[in-house]
Protein backbone atom coordinates (compact mmCIF):
# COMPACT_ATOMS: atom_id res chain seq x y z
CA UNK A 1 0.00 0.00 0.00
CA UNK A 2 1.35 3.40 -0.79
CA UNK A 3 2.02 5.87 2.20
CA UNK A 4 0.37 9.21 2.23
CA UNK A 5 3.13 10.96 0.31
CA UNK A 6 3.23 8.77 -2.12
CA UNK A 7 0.01 8.33 -3.01
CA UNK A 8 0.28 12.36 -2.63
CA UNK A 9 3.14 12.23 -4.66
CA UNK A 10 2.18 9.74 -7.85
CA UNK A 11 -1.34 12.13 -8.01
CA UNK A 12 1.17 15.24 -8.42
CA UNK A 13 2.87 13.58 -10.89
CA UNK A 14 0.31 13.47 -13.30
CA UNK A 15 0.12 16.21 -16.26
CA UNK A 16 -1.31 19.54 -14.77
CA UNK A 17 -4.84 20.74 -15.87
CA UNK A 18 -4.57 23.69 -17.52
CA UNK A 19 -6.61 26.49 -15.45
CA UNK A 20 -9.84 27.92 -17.37
CA UNK A 21 -8.99 31.13 -16.84
CA UNK A 22 -12.08 32.15 -19.02
CA UNK A 23 -14.00 30.77 -16.37
CA UNK A 24 -12.26 31.95 -13.14
CA UNK A 25 -12.80 35.41 -12.42
CA UNK A 26 -11.02 38.24 -12.71
CA UNK A 27 -9.93 39.27 -9.55
CA UNK A 28 -8.73 35.76 -8.50
CA UNK A 29 -5.65 35.89 -11.17
CA UNK A 30 -5.33 39.91 -12.01
CA UNK A 31 -3.06 42.32 -10.42
CA UNK A 32 -5.07 45.66 -9.13
CA UNK A 33 -4.44 48.60 -12.30
CA UNK A 34 -1.95 50.55 -11.33
CA UNK A 35 -2.50 53.68 -10.33
CA UNK A 36 -6.22 52.28 -9.07
CA UNK A 37 -9.15 53.63 -8.23
CA UNK A 38 -12.17 51.12 -7.10
CA UNK A 39 -14.94 50.95 -4.83
CA UNK A 40 -15.95 47.79 -2.72
CA UNK A 41 -20.13 47.28 -2.27
CA UNK A 42 -22.37 45.27 0.02
CA UNK A 43 -25.70 44.35 -1.07
CA UNK A 44 -28.58 42.32 1.35
CA UNK A 45 -31.00 40.46 -0.67
CA UNK A 46 -34.20 40.70 1.05
CA UNK A 47 -36.25 38.41 -2.34
CA UNK A 48 -34.40 35.54 -3.57
CA UNK A 49 -35.75 35.81 -7.19
CA UNK A 50 -34.86 39.51 -7.13
CA UNK A 51 -31.22 38.48 -5.88
CA UNK A 52 -31.10 36.02 -8.53
CA UNK A 53 -32.24 38.49 -11.15
CA UNK A 54 -29.49 40.86 -10.49
CA UNK A 55 -27.14 38.72 -10.75
CA UNK A 56 -28.06 37.24 -13.74
CA UNK A 57 -27.91 40.96 -15.03
CA UNK A 58 -24.68 41.42 -13.33
CA UNK A 59 -22.97 38.82 -15.16
CA UNK A 60 -22.05 40.07 -18.33
CA UNK A 61 -19.87 42.73 -16.57
CA UNK A 62 -18.33 40.33 -14.48
CA UNK A 63 -14.38 39.98 -16.17
CA UNK A 64 -12.79 37.24 -16.51
CA UNK A 65 -9.73 35.99 -16.00
CA UNK A 66 -8.32 36.06 -19.85
CA UNK A 67 -4.65 37.68 -19.97
CA UNK A 68 -5.08 38.58 -16.47
CA UNK A 69 -0.90 39.21 -16.99
CA UNK A 70 -1.97 41.88 -20.02
CA UNK A 71 -1.84 45.06 -17.90
CA UNK A 72 -5.06 46.61 -20.66
CA UNK A 73 -8.44 46.68 -18.53
CA UNK A 74 -9.66 49.93 -17.04
CA UNK A 75 -12.12 48.79 -15.34
CA UNK A 76 -13.32 45.45 -14.19
CA UNK A 77 -16.16 44.00 -11.32
CA UNK A 78 -15.69 40.86 -9.21
CA UNK A 79 -18.61 39.31 -7.65
CA UNK A 80 -18.93 37.13 -4.26
CA UNK A 81 -21.04 36.02 -2.00
CA UNK A 82 -21.37 35.20 2.12
CA UNK A 83 -23.44 32.70 3.22
CA UNK A 84 -26.49 34.23 4.32
CA UNK A 85 -26.39 35.29 0.82
CA UNK A 86 -26.44 32.08 -1.03
CA UNK A 87 -29.21 31.24 1.81
CA UNK A 88 -31.05 34.43 0.47
CA UNK A 89 -30.60 33.84 -3.29
CA UNK A 90 -32.08 30.05 -2.82
CA UNK A 91 -29.55 27.85 -2.93
CA UNK A 92 -30.59 24.45 -1.86
CA UNK A 93 -29.62 23.59 2.10
CA UNK A 94 -27.59 20.55 1.10
CA UNK A 95 -25.53 22.50 -1.12
CA UNK A 96 -25.34 25.26 1.90
CA UNK A 97 -24.63 21.97 4.22
CA UNK A 98 -21.44 21.17 2.06
CA UNK A 99 -19.21 24.43 2.29
CA UNK A 100 -16.72 24.69 4.89
CA UNK A 101 -17.48 25.49 8.44
CA UNK A 102 -15.32 28.75 8.43
CA UNK A 103 -17.45 30.16 5.55
CA UNK A 104 -21.10 28.82 7.01
CA UNK A 105 -19.87 30.24 10.42
CA UNK A 106 -18.63 33.54 9.25
CA UNK A 107 -15.46 35.53 10.56
CA UNK A 108 -16.74 37.13 13.32
CA UNK A 109 -17.80 33.86 14.74
CA UNK A 110 -14.55 32.59 14.53
CA UNK A 111 -13.28 35.78 16.67
CA UNK A 112 -11.09 33.08 19.15
CA UNK A 113 -9.58 31.24 16.66
CA UNK A 114 -8.57 34.25 14.49
CA UNK A 115 -7.69 35.79 17.77
CA UNK A 116 -9.39 39.17 17.04
CA UNK A 117 -9.26 40.34 20.68
CA UNK A 118 -10.10 44.09 22.43
CA UNK A 119 -10.42 46.54 19.36
CA UNK A 120 -10.47 44.23 16.95
CA UNK A 121 -13.33 42.37 18.92
CA UNK A 122 -16.41 41.99 16.12
CA UNK A 123 -18.50 43.91 18.37
CA UNK A 124 -15.98 47.17 17.48
CA UNK A 125 -16.40 46.11 13.83
CA UNK A 126 -18.53 48.70 11.66
CA UNK A 127 -21.90 47.53 10.08
CA UNK A 128 -22.62 45.33 8.44
CA UNK A 129 -19.63 43.25 9.29
CA UNK A 130 -20.42 40.05 11.40
CA UNK A 131 -24.24 40.95 10.66
CA UNK A 132 -26.38 38.87 8.59
CA UNK A 133 -27.19 41.57 6.61
CA UNK A 134 -23.96 41.34 4.20
CA UNK A 135 -24.49 38.99 1.15
CA UNK A 136 -23.20 39.87 -1.70
CA UNK A 137 -20.26 42.33 -2.60
CA UNK A 138 -18.88 43.90 -5.53
CA UNK A 139 -15.05 44.81 -5.64
CA UNK A 140 -14.91 47.11 -8.57
CA UNK A 141 -11.51 48.52 -10.26
CA UNK A 142 -10.06 50.71 -12.11
CA UNK A 143 -7.65 52.90 -13.72
CA UNK A 144 -9.30 56.28 -13.13
CA UNK A 145 -12.17 57.99 -12.08
CA UNK A 146 -14.07 58.21 -15.56
CA UNK A 147 -13.67 53.99 -15.86
CA UNK A 148 -14.78 53.82 -12.15
CA UNK A 149 -17.89 55.50 -13.26
CA UNK A 150 -18.37 53.46 -15.95
CA UNK A 151 -18.55 50.41 -13.73
CA UNK A 152 -20.28 51.64 -10.59
CA UNK A 153 -22.95 52.17 -13.69
CA UNK A 154 -23.23 48.78 -14.80
CA UNK A 155 -23.54 47.78 -11.45
CA UNK A 156 -26.24 50.13 -10.28
CA UNK A 157 -27.95 48.87 -13.93
CA UNK A 158 -28.22 45.56 -12.21
CA UNK A 159 -30.26 46.92 -9.80
CA UNK A 160 -32.74 49.09 -11.46
CA UNK A 161 -36.46 48.11 -10.43
CA UNK A 162 -34.95 45.49 -8.22
CA UNK A 163 -36.62 47.33 -4.35
CA UNK A 164 -35.82 44.26 -2.92
CA UNK A 165 -31.68 44.71 -3.38
CA UNK A 166 -30.81 47.38 -1.13
CA UNK A 167 -27.40 48.74 -0.44
CA UNK A 168 -25.79 47.95 3.19
CA UNK A 169 -22.42 49.15 2.65
CA UNK A 170 -20.04 51.53 -0.14
CA UNK A 171 -16.59 52.29 0.67
CA UNK A 172 -13.80 53.94 -2.24
CA UNK A 173 -10.31 53.09 -2.14
CA UNK A 174 -7.24 54.35 -4.25
CA UNK A 175 -3.69 54.51 -4.44
CA UNK A 176 -1.42 56.54 -2.45
CA UNK A 177 1.34 58.53 -4.06
CA UNK A 178 4.59 55.93 -5.31
CA UNK A 179 2.30 53.10 -4.76
CA UNK A 180 2.61 53.04 -1.05
CA UNK A 181 0.63 52.15 2.06
CA UNK A 182 -0.27 54.69 4.67
CA UNK A 183 2.49 53.97 6.42
CA UNK A 184 4.99 54.99 3.75
CA UNK A 185 5.82 51.55 2.66
CA UNK A 186 5.57 49.70 -0.97
CA UNK A 187 3.26 47.56 -1.26
CA UNK A 188 1.62 44.73 -3.59
CA UNK A 189 4.90 43.65 -3.98
CA UNK A 190 4.91 39.52 -3.21
CA UNK A 191 2.17 37.07 -4.50
CA UNK A 192 2.52 33.05 -5.09
CA UNK A 193 2.91 31.51 -8.86
CA UNK A 194 0.12 29.89 -9.86
CA UNK A 195 1.38 26.31 -11.62
CA UNK A 196 -0.48 25.95 -14.97
CA UNK A 197 -2.01 29.99 -14.85
CA UNK A 198 0.39 30.90 -17.45
CA UNK A 199 2.99 32.78 -14.92
CA UNK A 200 5.71 30.90 -15.03
CA UNK A 201 6.41 31.57 -18.43
CA UNK A 202 6.22 35.49 -17.85
CA UNK A 203 6.60 35.61 -13.88
CA UNK A 204 10.44 36.83 -13.17
CA UNK A 205 10.46 37.22 -9.71
CA UNK A 206 9.76 33.80 -8.32
CA UNK A 207 12.62 34.76 -5.68
CA UNK A 208 13.16 30.84 -5.93
CA UNK A 209 9.69 29.89 -4.16
CA UNK A 210 8.14 26.83 -6.04
CA UNK A 211 5.12 27.01 -7.88
CA UNK A 212 2.27 26.11 -5.95
CA UNK A 213 -0.28 23.56 -7.01
CA UNK A 214 -3.65 25.09 -8.54
CA UNK A 215 -6.05 23.71 -6.62
CA UNK A 216 -4.62 25.75 -3.38
CA UNK A 217 -6.55 28.77 -5.08
CA UNK A 218 -9.28 27.37 -7.35
CA UNK A 219 -11.56 24.34 -7.04
CA UNK A 220 -11.69 22.04 -9.40
CA UNK A 221 -7.59 21.00 -9.53
CA UNK A 222 -5.61 19.31 -7.93
CA UNK A 223 -3.82 20.81 -4.81
CA UNK A 224 -0.51 21.14 -2.65
CA UNK A 225 -1.52 17.31 -1.45
CA UNK A 226 -2.72 15.91 -5.12
CA UNK A 227 -6.79 16.35 -4.18
CA UNK A 228 -9.60 18.02 -6.08
CA UNK A 229 -12.08 19.69 -3.81
CA UNK A 230 -15.17 17.75 -3.56
CA UNK A 231 -16.99 20.36 -1.90
CA UNK A 232 -19.05 22.30 -2.03
CA UNK A 233 -22.01 20.75 -4.16
CA UNK A 234 -23.01 20.60 -6.45
CA UNK A 235 -19.60 20.38 -9.68
CA UNK A 236 -21.22 23.30 -11.57
CA UNK A 237 -21.57 25.33 -8.33
CA UNK A 238 -18.23 24.73 -7.26
CA UNK A 239 -16.00 24.83 -10.95
CA UNK A 240 -13.57 27.65 -10.94
CA UNK A 241 -15.00 29.16 -7.65
CA UNK A 242 -12.84 29.59 -4.75
CA UNK A 243 -13.04 31.87 -1.46
CA UNK A 244 -11.97 35.10 0.13
CA UNK A 245 -11.22 36.07 3.21
CA UNK A 246 -12.00 40.17 3.58
CA UNK A 247 -10.12 42.20 5.92
CA UNK A 248 -10.66 46.16 6.47
CA UNK A 249 -8.06 47.41 8.78
CA UNK A 250 -7.18 50.77 10.36
CA UNK A 251 -3.63 52.26 10.40
CA UNK A 252 -2.25 54.22 12.94
CA UNK A 253 0.20 55.89 11.08
CA UNK A 254 0.86 58.83 14.30
CA UNK A 255 1.27 55.91 16.64
CA UNK A 256 4.02 53.87 14.30
CA UNK A 257 5.90 57.08 13.78
CA UNK A 258 5.58 58.16 17.63
CA UNK A 259 7.24 54.81 18.46
CA UNK A 260 9.64 54.83 15.99
CA UNK A 261 11.25 58.31 17.17
CA UNK A 262 10.50 57.10 20.95
CA UNK A 263 12.92 53.96 20.52
CA UNK A 264 15.80 55.72 18.06
CA UNK A 265 18.32 58.46 18.41
CA UNK A 266 18.43 59.17 14.77
CA UNK A 267 16.17 59.28 11.85
CA UNK A 268 18.41 56.78 10.48
CA UNK A 269 17.71 54.70 12.80
CA UNK A 270 13.91 55.42 12.91
CA UNK A 271 14.27 53.90 9.37
CA UNK A 272 16.04 50.57 10.45
CA UNK A 273 13.79 49.84 12.85
CA UNK A 274 11.03 50.48 10.54
CA UNK A 275 12.44 48.15 7.75
CA UNK A 276 13.17 45.50 10.72
CA UNK A 277 9.51 45.25 11.82
CA UNK A 278 8.32 45.17 7.85
CA UNK A 279 11.15 42.91 6.77
CA UNK A 280 11.30 45.71 3.96
CA UNK A 281 12.41 48.89 3.11
CA UNK A 282 9.91 51.79 2.84
CA UNK A 283 11.19 51.21 -1.01
CA UNK A 284 9.72 47.59 -1.41
CA UNK A 285 13.78 46.44 -1.19
CA UNK A 286 13.74 43.23 1.23
CA UNK A 287 15.91 43.43 3.99
CA UNK A 288 17.86 39.99 3.51
CA UNK A 289 19.15 41.60 0.39
CA UNK A 290 19.94 45.41 1.67
CA UNK A 291 20.69 44.67 5.30
CA UNK A 292 22.70 48.19 5.91
CA UNK A 293 20.58 50.81 4.01
CA UNK A 294 17.43 51.12 1.91
CA UNK A 295 18.21 50.28 -1.83
CA UNK A 296 15.71 51.94 -4.11
CA UNK A 297 16.82 50.78 -6.87
CA UNK A 298 16.24 47.39 -5.53
CA UNK A 299 12.93 48.53 -4.54
CA UNK A 300 11.26 49.41 -7.40
CA UNK A 301 13.25 46.09 -9.73
CA UNK A 302 10.30 43.46 -9.94
CA UNK A 303 12.64 41.18 -11.51
CA UNK A 304 14.98 41.36 -8.46
CA UNK A 305 12.86 42.48 -5.48
CA UNK A 306 11.49 38.93 -4.79
CA UNK A 307 14.71 36.94 -5.77
CA UNK A 308 15.54 36.20 -1.97
CA UNK A 309 15.70 33.25 0.59
CA UNK A 310 16.68 33.24 4.23
CA UNK A 311 19.04 30.23 3.75
CA UNK A 312 21.35 32.56 4.22
CA UNK A 313 19.74 34.83 6.89
CA UNK A 314 18.93 31.44 9.15
CA UNK A 315 19.78 33.74 12.42
CA UNK A 316 17.88 36.62 11.20
CA UNK A 317 20.55 39.14 11.92
CA UNK A 318 19.24 40.62 8.67
CA UNK A 319 15.53 40.45 8.59
CA UNK A 320 14.60 39.29 12.27
CA UNK A 321 12.59 36.42 12.26
CA UNK A 322 9.00 38.03 13.83
CA UNK A 323 9.33 40.39 11.02
CA UNK A 324 5.75 41.12 8.94
CA UNK A 325 6.62 39.55 6.04
CA UNK A 326 8.64 36.87 7.37
CA UNK A 327 6.22 35.62 9.60
CA UNK A 328 3.47 35.57 6.77
CA UNK A 329 5.42 33.88 4.24
CA UNK A 330 8.61 32.19 5.63
CA UNK A 331 9.75 31.23 2.57
CA UNK A 332 12.40 28.73 3.27
CA UNK A 333 13.45 29.57 6.54
CA UNK A 334 11.54 26.49 8.31
CA UNK A 335 13.09 24.44 6.09
CA UNK A 336 14.30 22.29 9.39
CA UNK A 337 10.55 22.21 10.48
CA UNK A 338 8.01 19.73 8.97
CA UNK A 339 6.62 22.63 7.81
CA UNK A 340 5.04 22.97 3.58
CA UNK A 341 4.67 26.50 3.13
CA UNK A 342 2.91 26.27 0.26
CA UNK A 343 0.05 24.88 2.27
CA UNK A 344 -0.12 28.23 4.09
CA UNK A 345 -0.25 30.71 0.77
CA UNK A 346 -3.03 32.81 -0.73
CA UNK A 347 -3.46 35.42 -3.33
CA UNK A 348 -3.00 39.10 -2.02
CA UNK A 349 -5.35 41.64 -3.65
CA UNK A 350 -4.81 44.83 -1.02
CA UNK A 351 -6.09 48.17 -1.39
CA UNK A 352 -5.29 51.40 0.38
CA UNK A 353 -7.90 53.74 1.25
CA UNK A 354 -7.88 57.55 3.09
CA UNK A 355 -5.58 60.42 2.92
CA UNK A 356 -2.21 60.06 3.51
CA UNK A 357 -0.90 61.56 7.04
CA UNK A 358 1.25 64.25 6.27
CA UNK A 359 4.94 63.75 6.22
CA UNK A 360 6.37 64.48 9.97
CA UNK A 361 3.10 64.77 11.79
CA UNK A 362 3.32 62.95 14.97
CA UNK A 363 -0.09 63.32 16.42
CA UNK A 364 -3.01 61.26 14.96
CA UNK A 365 -5.56 64.00 13.09
CA UNK A 366 -8.38 61.34 13.73
CA UNK A 367 -8.85 60.39 10.06
CA UNK A 368 -9.86 57.08 8.71
CA UNK A 369 -7.41 55.54 6.83
CA UNK A 370 -5.92 52.11 6.29
CA UNK A 371 -6.07 49.09 4.09
CA UNK A 372 -8.46 46.16 2.68
CA UNK A 373 -7.04 43.16 1.93
CA UNK A 374 -8.81 40.23 0.12
CA UNK A 375 -6.83 37.10 0.91
CA UNK A 376 -7.77 34.34 -1.22
CA UNK A 377 -7.71 30.81 -1.42
CA UNK A 378 -9.53 27.62 -1.69
CA UNK A 379 -8.22 26.12 1.73
CA UNK A 380 -9.28 29.40 4.12
CA UNK A 381 -8.72 27.30 7.72
CA UNK A 382 -4.90 26.34 6.61
CA UNK A 383 -4.00 29.16 4.84
CA UNK A 384 -5.45 33.21 6.26
CA UNK A 385 -6.51 30.95 9.40
CA UNK A 386 -3.28 29.18 10.18
CA UNK A 387 -1.38 32.41 9.11
CA UNK A 388 -3.35 34.73 11.05
CA UNK A 389 -3.40 32.44 14.23
CA UNK A 390 0.05 30.49 14.24
CA UNK A 391 2.14 33.04 12.45
CA UNK A 392 0.72 36.38 13.26
CA UNK A 393 -0.64 36.40 16.86
CA UNK A 394 1.99 33.77 18.24
CA UNK A 395 5.52 33.30 18.72
CA UNK A 396 5.62 29.62 19.33
CA UNK A 397 7.11 28.49 15.56
CA UNK A 398 9.88 31.20 15.38
CA UNK A 399 10.65 30.37 19.84
CA UNK A 400 9.40 33.40 20.78
CA UNK A 401 6.79 32.78 23.02
CA UNK A 402 3.62 34.94 23.18
CA UNK A 403 5.60 37.69 20.73
CA UNK A 404 2.84 38.51 18.22
CA UNK A 405 3.83 40.54 14.21
CA UNK A 406 4.86 43.61 15.18
CA UNK A 407 2.36 44.84 12.60
CA UNK A 408 -0.26 43.23 12.95
CA UNK A 409 -0.59 41.91 16.64
CA UNK A 410 -3.06 42.46 19.06
CA UNK A 411 -0.91 44.72 20.98
CA UNK A 412 -2.32 46.68 23.90
CA UNK A 413 0.96 48.82 24.63
CA UNK A 414 2.32 45.56 25.77
CA UNK A 415 3.69 44.15 22.32
CA UNK A 416 7.41 43.19 22.28
CA UNK A 417 9.88 42.86 19.05
CA UNK A 418 12.50 41.02 19.02
CA UNK A 419 15.92 42.34 16.71
CA UNK A 420 18.51 40.19 16.58
CA UNK A 421 22.02 41.27 16.67
CA UNK A 422 25.82 40.71 17.80
CA UNK A 423 27.12 40.51 20.13
CA UNK A 424 23.08 40.51 22.02
CA UNK A 425 19.70 40.78 20.51
CA UNK A 426 17.74 44.05 21.15
CA UNK A 427 14.51 43.61 21.98
CA UNK A 428 11.75 46.34 21.67
CA UNK A 429 8.68 46.72 24.24
CA UNK A 430 5.34 48.43 24.93
CA UNK A 431 4.69 48.35 21.15
CA UNK A 432 1.18 50.13 20.68
CA UNK A 433 -1.79 48.53 18.56
CA UNK A 434 -0.79 49.91 14.84
CA UNK A 435 -3.72 48.15 12.91
CA UNK A 436 -7.23 47.67 13.99
CA UNK A 437 -9.34 45.31 12.19
CA UNK A 438 -12.66 47.47 11.32
CA UNK A 439 -14.42 44.44 9.97
CA UNK A 440 -14.35 41.15 8.23
CA UNK A 441 -15.82 38.69 6.39
CA UNK A 442 -16.00 35.28 4.18
CA UNK A 443 -16.80 34.99 1.19
CA UNK A 444 -17.54 32.39 -1.80
CA UNK A 445 -16.12 33.68 -5.32
CA UNK A 446 -18.35 31.17 -8.05
CA UNK A 447 -16.83 31.13 -11.57
CA UNK A 448 -18.68 32.76 -14.38
CA UNK A 449 -20.50 29.71 -15.01
CA UNK A 450 -21.56 29.15 -11.76
CA UNK A 451 -22.89 32.40 -11.55
CA UNK A 452 -24.91 31.57 -14.63
CA UNK A 453 -25.93 28.20 -12.36
CA UNK A 454 -27.03 30.88 -9.68
CA UNK A 455 -28.99 32.70 -11.65
CA UNK A 456 -30.71 30.08 -13.09
CA UNK A 457 -32.05 28.67 -9.27
CA UNK A 458 -35.51 27.70 -9.88
CA UNK A 459 -36.29 28.73 -13.11
C1 LIG B 1 -2.69 46.70 7.83
C2 LIG B 1 -2.33 45.48 7.56
C3 LIG B 1 -1.10 45.12 6.76
C4 LIG B 1 -0.04 45.86 6.35
C5 LIG B 1 0.25 47.32 6.66
C6 LIG B 1 0.82 44.99 5.56
C7 LIG B 1 1.98 45.39 4.93
C8 LIG B 1 2.75 44.59 4.10
C9 LIG B 1 3.88 45.04 3.31
C10 LIG B 1 4.42 46.47 3.27
C11 LIG B 1 4.36 43.96 2.64
C12 LIG B 1 5.56 43.95 1.68
C13 LIG B 1 5.19 44.29 0.26
C14 LIG B 1 4.26 43.31 -0.43
O1 LIG B 1 4.65 42.24 -0.87
O2 LIG B 1 3.07 43.65 -0.53
C15 LIG B 1 3.53 42.83 2.98
C16 LIG B 1 3.69 41.57 2.50
C17 LIG B 1 2.91 40.50 2.83
N1 LIG B 1 1.83 40.50 3.68
FE1 LIG B 1 1.11 42.10 4.69
N2 LIG B 1 0.27 43.74 5.53
C18 LIG B 1 -0.90 43.78 6.24
C19 LIG B 1 -1.78 42.73 6.45
C20 LIG B 1 -1.55 41.43 6.09
C21 LIG B 1 -2.40 40.32 6.42
C22 LIG B 1 -3.70 40.40 7.22
C23 LIG B 1 -1.82 39.22 5.89
C24 LIG B 1 -2.29 37.81 6.01
C25 LIG B 1 -2.66 37.26 7.18
C26 LIG B 1 -0.62 39.65 5.18
C27 LIG B 1 0.22 38.82 4.46
C28 LIG B 1 1.29 39.25 3.71
C29 LIG B 1 2.08 38.36 2.84
C30 LIG B 1 1.84 36.87 2.59
C31 LIG B 1 3.10 39.15 2.30
C32 LIG B 1 4.20 38.69 1.33
C33 LIG B 1 5.41 38.20 2.10
C34 LIG B 1 6.62 37.94 1.23
O3 LIG B 1 7.11 38.86 0.57
O4 LIG B 1 7.13 36.81 1.21
N3 LIG B 1 -0.47 40.99 5.34
N4 LIG B 1 2.55 43.25 3.88
Same mark, same amino acid.
Given at each position: ??????? *????????? =????????????????????????????VNDAAQGREMVRRIIAHVAPADEWWVPSLPGWLGIAFTYAGLKAL???? *??????????????? *????ILHDFGENA??????PFGTADMHIALAIYANDEKNLDLVLDRARQS???? =?????????????LPEGRNPFGFKDGLHNPVIEGSGAEAIHDNAGGETPVKPGEFVLGYPDQVGEIATAPIPEELRHNGTFVAFRKFHMNVAAFRKYLRSQASSAEE??????????????? *??????????DPALGSDRKRNNEFSYADDMKGLNCPFSAHIRRVNPR??????????????FLRRGTNYGQPLPEGVLEDDGAERGGVFLLIGAHQQRQFEFVQSQWVTDGNFISHGT???PILGNSEGDGVFTIPKKPVRRRLRGLPRFVTVRGGEYCFLPGLRALRWLAALNS
Open positions: MLSIQES *ADEKLSMPM =PKLEISDIQAIVLRPRPSPYRGEYVILRGVPQ *ASLDSFPIEFKQGMA *ARAAPSHWEYQLDL =PKISLVYRMQFGQEELIAAKMFGRWRSG *APLVLAPERDDALKNDIVDVNLHKEQD
